[in-house]
């Protein structure tokens, strides 16, 4: 057995490719950068060479820039939109057989702070949410042709392989930077915020529970537990034995996207996966990583 993965450069591609070897499954990781099979997922031609010389037991399209800004247009839709259609079609083709996943997300769905499932109604409410919501329905047309396509829609996860640029990591190193004598202030917005704080690891074997099923296609992957922005910090600096109120500034004219994203992830809970990181451990895990 193989895995191709396109989008290997990224957290959830870095877990995904750790699994499969543990599996025993060959994983052929794919990238535009870093030390990885190099290639495209945006280049119809590139995708369908891969496809039609490893024909993979497994496709996983985890390709994407990881934010919602409208300045990312034209990227996004390239990677999820353009790259969805390009993995189907030479699928369609070349390797019938392959199981193809295609990463959802979160925020494609109408959020009123209520848990998301399988079934809620999506929103176009940013470019990113448009890329997404276009490679549901693409996957969704190619299974009426016959393909295996799975959707997984990912709810906020982390690991220490997260950019500087996400809260999550902007908080552990600031509060790294603190215990060693920085003197500086953490500038945040709404610390009242509240999503799921989910290991990627974790995640990553949800996307393969899901793909290992026959029968269930669609499924929100999530822990079901929401924590706020405070709670993160609060955690993170008492690890470190500071006491976080001396340190915060509030960020001014901040705009949240949202006020609670959590998921329902009763479909997950029934094929026996759940998250095994805790809050706590995970930043734990993050601030001691080197």
């Known amino acids: ?29 794919v990238s535009r950068s870093g030390d990885w099979i190099r290639g495209d997922v945006s280049d119809y031609k590139q995708v369908e060479e891969f496809v039609k010389e490893y024909k993979p037991t497994y496709l996983f399209h985890l390709a994407a820039k990881s934010t919602t800004r409208h300045d990312a247009l034209f990227e996004n839709h390239a990677a999820i939109s353009t790259g969805t259609l390009n993995i189907l079609e030479s699928v369609y083709k070349h390797s019938l057989a392959s199981k193809v996943f295609i990463t959802g997300s979160g925020v494609q769905f109408y959020n009123d702070g209520n848990p ?30 016959g393909i ?35 003197g500086e202030k953490l500038q945040i917005g709404d610390v009242n915020v509240e999503k799921e704080w989910t290991f990627a690891g974790d995640v990553t074997e949800g996307i393969m529970t899901l793909v290992e099923q026959e029968n269930v296609f669609e499924a929100v992957i999530g822990s079901g537990k929401t924590h706020s922005i405070k709670d993160w910090i609060e955690v993170c600096f008492s690890h470190l034995g500071l006491d976080w109120t001396r340190y915060l500034e509030q960020a001014e004219n901040f705009q949240p996207e949202y006020k609670r994203l959590v998921s329902n992830p009763a479909l997950m809970d029934s094929l026996h996966w759940q998250p095994k990181i805790d809050l706590r451990q995970l930043a734990a895990m993050m601030i001691e990583a080197i």
């Open 1 to 29: 057995m193989n895995a191709l993965i396109f989008g290997a450069n990224g957290q959830d591609g870095y877990y995904l490719n750790e699994l499969c070897k543990a599996k025993g499954i060959k994983p052929l990781a």
């Open 116 to 145: 998301i499932s399988e079934d809620t109604a999506f929103e176009a409410s940013s470019a990113y949410a448009v890329a997404r919501i276009q490679s549901v329905y693409a996957a969704r047309y190619y299974r009426s042709l």
């Open 148 to 182: 295996k396509a799975y959707v997984g829609y990912l709810f906020h996860h982390e690991s220490p392989l997260r950019k500087p640029n996400h809260v999550s990591q902007k908080i552990v190193l600031a509060a790294k930077r603190i215990v060693q004598g920085s």
